[in-house]
């Protein structure tokens, strides 16, 4: 994509509305802007990192056997009476009538539609375990939004629902979700532990939250240091296995969110005590069969008798993760992407544009670069070298390619790591074979 | 996928409420189920036709030089108030208020919107021309909604917005819409004619909409015969050509819906003239300066002064395509889809799930389709062989491969087409580079 043409405007300045930095980032790098109150447009540079956050997510999703379908955004009210949620929800939920005076609502959350959906469908314990996931917006009325997409109104998430015939196979499908959960948010470069939670309004008596360690995050944590070397990617461990194992080792170790921990019963020594701040970015539950006895849903089982399915529910807040990842990987420049999510593979920077040589270099890498896969944000505009340099930082892809003048006479372009700073001569081919051995 | 676990349930009978093909065969084929009136979700098999026919959509606009943006589906009715639309749309209008009495709307179409977003962020000539899309859903309040996906309430559509600093442009970025559209609905097998059209309350004064032929289509179309043979894929043509020849040629045809055809002035002689059925699937506009002025939008000229834009909009129903397309392509038996637009590559029926060699057979060549990038759906339940016959026939895949234990003795397996109908036994080798021949 060349800048020139690319509809991406840039903020200098920080935004006055933004209280904390994804929100200000997302803003400055063209990311997003609001239309109303928590509610934002996301613009083609934005677009590009949301979409492959949900490629991940549905990645990990469809590998632990889940299957994607799509609900709608707006439900009737009558299956919330059945379950009894319609009157319980509160203002959060944003309820509409429609021109025929039917109540209807912007769905916060997809238990009742999910439920009614297996029993219209699914009648023998044959066609069980089923998990079932959408990507969908969802609309929470919060009374305060703020912290642009982190705490936003109309916001992207993933939900997946499971029904199982049994405890133990109900149990077997959260192990396979908690895994799931660890391997996206891993995948995403992202830091995360997993803290036992309460279940709140959704019900159940099992659940776990999934914190993102960012220094600016939004809730004090605790955890024992090990946490910081585990990497679940290189852990050798399949959705088919028996997870029981797996859950226990990563749940034996302390983490705790700020209202759970006791500094003075702590089990972990001060010394390995680490003392973070968090984001939540995801969060599973076993239900049981709260909607399941509540909207009378029954399969037959292997003798004829009816069978009440065991549920589970797992959320994803995808837009979510776009400000969280920034939270967690920024510094005084701008954006630093994990390769995994960045918009771009590579940024291309022309110094100088009217020159022939300097664009027929520029030209030249462009097309070799898209063609080998990376697809590339090429800076052709007439700007000075500096503003260059600050877009391209602020917007933080992986790699940098500056091509000036000077570099061309000696046969070579800069090599620029927006993580660590470092800079390198090479010729445009080794260039090219820097960023694709680092996929 | 294996159908034995996944969610896909097949009905056998006609349901009572669908009037039309498209929407029978989409509900028998567990492509989705309604929640509200004109309200769906999209199970897992109706999810991936939607998605590939996104990716074709995308695919063109691209091409076209439009990026892709995403703006929420809940907007302001400030907004609709300033171009004077939030009185004058009516009751289709799903009007919401939220928590602190704000009025909103869950947006039927997205000119206000993407004109705000334009007029904040873009100041000066050089930015322009710029054509915004996005594929999102929308919401119209149909008094009587009907007809499936076909006339839904909630419904995904792709809708562009372009931006110009004059007539001459704006004129070109239309003509490179209208060879996207032709592109887009050929690429899914379809047979498209571009038709003169008011404009409606949209505004503006340059209209066509693109209607798919199909024999029980809603609408009566008469058009020149010629348009049969015609191929836009075959057309050498570039996006970045002047397209007015093209253009041109393309709106010689004689054209016309019903309402405008005239038998006693038609200038096609009666043995040219085609009478057929019609859906429309897309509508492009010439807008003007309609919403521009009406918001007050401008940007600096060259020398400094202000310019109003000129704006066109081109809208294409995703979700009613999956309708269109399977009106367009249906026999008794169930849905033909085109190759470009199938949920899966291929079907694979083991006709005896019991038989270890015919399992072993079944396993191996689903492994190799599925590794050959021929997504597979395998129906490996415990079935009779004529229900299997009818699934994979209902579900409508372009291939099926059907092996039995006749067959393996000689070393073969079947291969149907489901277009053609026509089955030839071959190895299990020469029924893969068949498919992968096709594609």
């Keep these: 994509m060349r800048l020139s043409t690319y509809f991406l405007p840039l903020l200098r300045e920080n ?63 009558e299956l919330w009476r059945e379950s009894g949620r319609y009157d319980d ?5 944003l309820r509409i009538r429609d021109r025929h005076e039917r109540d209807m609502l912007y769905g916060p959350t997809n238990e009742e539609l999910i439920t009614d959906i297996f029993r219209q469908n699914i009648k023998s314990y044959r066609d069980l375990p089923k998990n079932l996931y959408h990507i969908q917006w969802k609309f929470r009325d919060e009374v305060r939004p703020r912290f642009g997409v982190m705490r936003g109104r109309e916001f992207l998430m993933k939900d997946a629902y499971s029904f199982d015939l049994d405890l133990a196979a109900a149990r077997k499908t959260y192990n396979k979700m908690f895994l799931a959960y660890l391997r996206t948010f891993a995948r995403m470069g992202l830091k995360t532990v997993p803290m036992r939670a309460h279940t709140g309004p959704i019900g159940g008596d099992l659940s776990h939250e999934f914190i993102v360690l960012a220094d600016t995050g939004e809730s004090q944590v605790y955890c024992d240091k090990a946490w910081l070397e585990s990497d679940v990617l290189s852990t050798e461990v399949d959705y088919d296995d028996d997870l029981e194992p797996f859950f226990r080792q990563w749940t034996s170790l302390y983490a705790a969110t700020d209202e759970k921990h006791d500094a003075a019963n702590c089990p972990v020594p001060p010394d390995r005590l680490l003392s973070a701040r968090g984001i939540e970015v995801g969060q599973v539950f076993f239900l049981g069969n709260k909607y399941t006895k509540a909207m009378n849903v029954s399969v037959a089982g292997p003798n004829g008798e009816p069978v009440v399915p065991e549920m589970g529910c797992y959320g994803i807040g995808v837009s979510r993760l776009v400000g969280a990842i920034i939270e967690a990987s920024h510094d005084d420049a701008g954006i630093v992407w994990p390769a995994s999510v960045a918009p771009f593979g590579a940024g291309l920077i022309n110094l100088r544009a009217g020159d022939a040589a300097c664009t027929e270099a520029c030209e030249a890498l462009y097309t070799t670069l898209n063609k080998a896969g990376v697809d590339t944000l090429y800076d052709d505009r007439a700007e000075s070298a500096g503003a260059k340099f600050a877009a391209m930082d602020l917007i933080g892809l992986p790699w940098q390619i500056v091509v000036g003048p000077r570099g061309l006479q000696k046969g070579v372009v800069e090599v620029k790591d927006r993580k660590t700073g470092q800079r390198e001569e090479m010729t445009a081919e080794a260039a090219l074979n820097r960023i694709k051995a680092a996929r």
Excluded: C, F, K
């Design 89 to 93: 929800y509160g203002e959060e939920m």
């Design 15 to 77: 935004p006055a509305e933004a209280q904390i930095v994804s929100h200000r980032l997302m803003l400055r790098a063209g990311m997003i802007r609001q239309s109303s109150a928590g509610i934002y447009s996301w613009l083609p540079l934005g677009l590009r990192v949301l979409r492959n956050i949900e490629t991940i997510v549905r990645a990990e999703q469809d590998a632990a056997g889940a299957q994607e379908l799509l609900m709608p955004t707006v439900q009737p009210a």
